[in-house]
């Protein structure tokens, strides 16, 4: 009872805290998406900035911390020109790279990046593999999708599938490998408007790469149907790129993880470090909501 309880606190932290979803899907749609206009070198200060009041963080918090408003890789190339202008220093350590402020000394901040790494280790080694009423889901997001899809009114016509009305997705030969080819999550239906469609689900706090968009764009071609993509966050070109497809995107933003999950672990993850865990026992309203207003601008 305790952890039910325990979870159900963590879940409606989550919804009352400020990692609220943002309309991204609005954005998206809006193209061309334009950044906040800031100066030239406003990227450069915010890292600088964020890196004060952190004193020290790894790679991949700094990222997802600063995504609303600079991409990936934007923040990866800023931290490598403070490095070179000596304003901001370095650390590789348990396996992660570390940046504090150029005035610090790695013993100044080599606590708290302990502590930092201790907190990161419950989120990376947190089972992903969820098992329900005798089906195996790769990742416990794509249960919660999967539940979500059908509240929302798609008929859920197969899981796991590169096969469609008598069509079957192949790699090409040179880029084909071992074990079962990539496939659809999930592939789905909207009676009302006689729509298949493939839907992809990527639950990672990193960005899905170049490749990842490319296999689902090509899957949905070869297939004939409409792609959906389901991510916690992109960048915006690859969101374009769904979009220009014919197809729909939802952005959750949130890192989605299955119960039971220690409540003060949760609570020190999202405060300290600042990655937006969602952790639900129930399938979440927002992603619900999301899919209806997709399936109806399909």
């Known amino acids: 009872m305790e952890g039910k309880l325990c979870q159900a606190r963590a879940s409606q932290a989550f919804l009352t805290k400020h990692y609220m979803f943002r309309k991204i899907n609005k954005l998206v749609a809006q193209l061309p998406m334009m950044r906040r206009k800031r100066g030239s070198n406003s990227l450069e200060e915010d890292v600088q900035r964020l890196l004060r009041k952190k004193r020290v963080a790894y790679q991949r918090e700094l990222q997802v911390c600063l995504e609303d408003h600079y991409a990936h890789w934007d923040v990866v190339n800023a931290l490598r020109r403070l490095i070179s202008e000596g304003d901001v220093k370095s650390k590789t350590y348990k396996g992660l790279t570390w940046y504090f402020p150029s005035d610090y000394t790695w013993e100044d901040v080599e606590q708290l990046a302990n502590e930092k790494a201790y907190l990161r280790s419950f989120y990376v080694s947190h089972p992903r593999r969820y098992n329900h009423g005798g089906k195996d889901y790769n990742d416990y997001a794509e249960f919660l999708v999967e539940e979500a899809l059908i509240r929302a009114g798609y008929m859920i ?62 899957m949905c071609r070869v297939l004939r149907v409409r792609p959906l993509f389901i991510v916690r966050m992109a960048h915006r070109m690859h969101l374009k790129r769904i979009i220009d497809f014919g197809g729909q995107v939802v952005v959750f933003k949130r890192y989605l993880l299955q119960p039971p999950f220690p409540y003060d672990i949760f609570e020190a993850i999202t405060t300290k470090i600042g990655i937006p865990l969602g952790v639900y026992i129930y399938t979440p309203s927002f992603l619900i909501r999301r899919l209806t207003e997709r399936k109806e601008a399909f």
Do not use: C, W
């Open 157 to 218: 016509m197969a899981r796991n599938t590169y096969y469609f009305d008598g069509r079957i997705y192949r790699p090409p030969v040179g880029a084909r490998r071992p074990g079962r080819p990539p496939d659809l999550d999930f592939l789905v239906y909207i009676r009302e408007k006689h729509i298949p469609i493939g839907v992809q689900v990527k639950n990672r706090l990193s960005y899905p790469d170049r490749k990842d968009v490319d296999t689902f764009l090509e």
